[in-house]
């Protein structure tokens, strides 16, 4: 297996999450640390370190994206299965002898385990469970694994064919995580978290209602609608995106109204909502109570919605 690690400026805790890789129970793996450019002391870190039973390759280059960075450690991954882990984050202890027995028994295209927050799935009781594209698609899209990629297992010549869009700069996990979905025939669900996931405050939030800079709401629902067109052939996986579609527009919209500054993107977001309204009432998990939410967000003036939503707040 190999383990990459994109970093930048990561020398208060890129230590920690190789250490973790170093105690997995004798696992022999190779880790790919690329260093993306980083201005702090990362470099000299990871150089002096030792490991026992890690095969560690450094691999510098100028400050092109954590996206970039991932490509660049797929291209000089030699191991079967690839994962992905950021710099802050630490494995479980014993879990890639845990999933090391998937690979070898089922030779998988994908494993897909839980979040730490996930709660107890009701798939199965076993532990792991071969699941369907619209199961695996489900998983990703109510939480219990979602876009986060320290949680999934990848098999590495699926990988070079996907690959991450460098234009994509938020959700770009999530939407390598579905293209991946779309090339997997054998999907595995493991029923446990794979590692330990650190939310630095410094770091991108992946709260959509966080997210209030006009470019990061525009671009989050423009690659749910890119996600949606590659799921046209399987109607119900679909379904399950457009639900988180309209979601997040919904979200977007409702955050905006508190942020004047953003008028462009509030438009934008309500223009889009707009379209969706006449499928809105044919889509079976779109609730009664939202579609009525989704139409008043589009057609109410936007003065009045702000002032219901203070006397809400009030």
């Not at 379209?275 to 779109?286: A, Y």
């Amino acid at each position: 297996m190999s383990i990459i690690i994109p970093v930048f400026n990561g020398h208060n805790f890129i230590l920690n999450c190789l250490r973790s890789i170093e105690n997995q129970d004798n696992e022999e793996v190779e880790v790919i640390v690329v260093n993306d450019g980083s201005t702090d002391d990362t470099k000299n870190i990871v150089e002096n370190a030792t490991f026992e039973n890690i095969t560690l390759k450094m691999i510098n280059q100028s400050n092109k994206g954590v996206s970039s960075a991932r490509n660049t450690g797929i291209r000089e991954a030699r191991g079967k299965y690839l994962l992905f882990l950021d710099a802050d984050d630490t494995l479980i202890p014993n879990i890639l002898f845990e999933t090391k027995k998937i690979l070898v028994q089922h030779n998988p295209d994908l494993i897909l385990g839980k979040t730490s927050s996930a709660s107890q799935s009701s798939l199965t009781n076993d532990k792991t469970k071969r699941i369907d594209m619209n199961i695996a698609v489900e998983k990703v899209l109510n939480g219990e694994t979602g876009g986060y990629l320290g949680c999934k297992i990848f098999k590495r010549n699926i990988s070079k064919e996907v690959m991450f869009d460098k234009n994509i700069n938020i959700c770009e996990d999530l939407y390598f995580t579905l293209l991946f979905l779309l090339r997997s025939n054998k999907i595995f669900w493991f029923k446990e978290p794979l590692y330990n996931y650190t939310q630095r405050v410094d770091s991108i939030s992946h709260s959509f209602s966080n997210l209030i800079d006009e470019n990061n709401n525009w671009k989050y629902v423009t690659v749910i609608s890119k996600i949606q067109e590659k799921f046209h052939k399987y109607p119900v996986a679909e379904k399950y995106i457009y639900r988180t579609l309209i979601s997040y527009e919904i979200d977007g919209i409702i955050t905006l109204l508190s942020h004047p500054d953003n008028y462009l993107t509030l438009k934008k977001l309500r223009y889009q909502l707009r379209k969706e309204i006449p499928k809105i009432f044919l889509k079976q998990n779109i609730s009664f109570f939202q579609s009525i939410v989704a139409v008043s967000l589009a057609f109410v003036p936007i003065a009045i919605l702000r002032k219901i939503k203070q006397k809400i707040k009030d």
